[in-house]
């Protein structure tokens, strides 16, 4: 499981090999063999015999800010990326190979949304033609994006104005048929200004935390990228790679409102931006591991997205070394 820690002032210790968790409320021990990630937002206390402890044990320890953007993590010396991986990743990324994973990435994103917004119909026969027209114009930026042609660098702004213009009117669908009160203008992102993307953007800071892990026990190099430029210290690839996988976070905080188990107390709300807090992070990361879970179909097995996801990082890794 994935040990979401965020109440302020927990301090977290070992004792007789298990994890020892002290809130305000409880105490609990937790065996390291239950445990994937141990994940932590600000104000918490632990010792470095829980550091130790995790990384004897494979727990990856992330760190995250207030909107669940991870900045900081532990894990074992073992991992990393090799120089032969980054040497390829800095060759090809910018060849015809690149654009076309490029393409590929961008390419699967639309239809991942656009299958979310097929969905969408089986319950709404009343919004069935709104859906159908929506999904018609996104599929329109799939046909655009496979006439690209040229290095990503040419491209780059090209490629990112297509899925740009497939996510406006993704966003634009769910914001039209989630509940009144809630309904959003636009995607906003640091700071979000409603309650909407105050969650899908605590979701993705979790997905982010994923995908970055993944690249690193493939051996990927996060900081070089193919669609995202390498500038300024982001970790491009991460932000290419994460493309595939947004619609599991959108599917999840989508179906939440809907749901409606989404309450106007879950944020807290400064000026012009609006943050998740408290109960709103425990309800949103449950379901959103629930759903990173789940089984889906991955060359002819049963597995969990977030297997799936790692499989595809060594299968991107290990395209690279047979190039």
């Keep these: 499981m994935e040990l979401y820690i965020t109440d302020l002032g927990t301090v977290v210790k070992k004792r007789d090999d298990l994890f020892e968790i002290t809130t305000s409320e409880k105490k609990v021990a937790v065996a390291p063999q239950k445990i994937k990630s141990l994940v932590l937002s600000k104000g918490i206390f632990l010792t470095t015999d829980v550091i130790k402890l995790a990384v004897d044990n494979n727990i990856d320890i992330v760190i995250v800010d207030d909107f669940g ?28 190979k690149g654009i076309e994973l490029a393409k ?25 033609a709104f859906l159908d027209k929506q999904i018609k114009e996104m599929k329109r930026y799939i046909y655009q994006i496979k006439l690209v042609e040229g290095n990503v660098s040419e491209k780059r702004g090209t490629l990112m104005g297509y899925e740009g213009n ?13 509940p ?12 979000a200004e409603d309650e909407f993307n105050a969650m899908l953007n605590y979701a993705f800071g979790i997905l982010y935390s994923k995908v970055e892990k993944a690249c690193i026990i493939a051996g990927l190099d996060p900081y070089v990228g193919i669609i995202h430029t390498d500038n300024y210290g982001k970790k491009s690839l991460v932000f290419d790679l994460i493309e595939s996988y947004r619609h599991l976070a959108s599917r999840t905080v989508f179906s939440l409102f809907t749901q409606k188990r989404v309450q106007k107390y879950f944020f807290k709300r400064e000026g012009n931006s609006v943050m998740l807090v408290g109960d709103g992070k425990k309800v949103l990361v449950e379901s959103f591991y629930n759903r990173l879970e789940k089984k889906v179909r991955y060359n002819n097995r049963n597995i969990s997205s977030l297997d799936k996801l790692q499989f595809e990082c060594h299968e991107l890794a290990n395209f690279l070394i047979s190039k």
């Design 166 to 178: 497939a996510a406006k009117i993704y966003y634009q669908t769910l914001s039209e048929l989630i």
């Design 104 to 128: 590929q990435i961008l390419i699967q994103k639309i239809k991942n949304c656009a299958e979310h917004l097929e969905d969408l119909k089986i319950k709404r026969e009343a919004k069935k």
């Design 69 to 96: 953007n991870p900045y900081g993590r532990f894990w074992q010396s073992k991992f990393g990326s090799t120089a032969n991986i980054r040497r390829k990743q800095l060759e090809i990324f910018g060849t015809q």
């Design 180 to 191: 009144e009160g809630f309904k959003f203008e636009k995607r906003s992102m640091h700071p």
